[in-house]
């Protein structure tokens, strides 16, 4: 039985298409995360710390290990201010 050889070159097409579109998701990732692997079912916990850490260190993803935190830790806040309700 003969080869189909011209089913090889769209099949060749698709197949540069799927791999180059995994790289691209990839490589997205990687910049998004800082070169770590993705955070997958975060918990509110790790949010919470994601938030530390992006206080400390100023990227969402970089962790510090210092066991003194830098000066301006202490002025930035994780509380969120809102008006209230029953004022407004």
């Not at 990687?30 to 955070?39: A, L, S, T, V, Y």
Request: a positive charge; glycine letters at 8%; proline letters at 8%.
């Amino acid at each position: 039985m003969p080869f189909p050889f011209e089913s090889v070159i769209p099949f060749g097409i698709m197949s540069v298409m799927f791999v180059a579109t995994g790289a691209g998701i990839q490589y997205a990732q990687n910049k998004r995360n800082e070169g770590k692997r993705p955070c997958y079912s975060l918990d509110d916990w790790d949010r919470k710390m994601m938030d530390r850490d992006q206080r400390l260190t100023g990227t969402l993803r970089g962790q510090a290990d210092d066991p003194i935190a830098p000066p301006e830790f202490k002025v930035n806040s994780v509380w969120k201010v809102y008006e209230s309700l029953r004022n407004g």
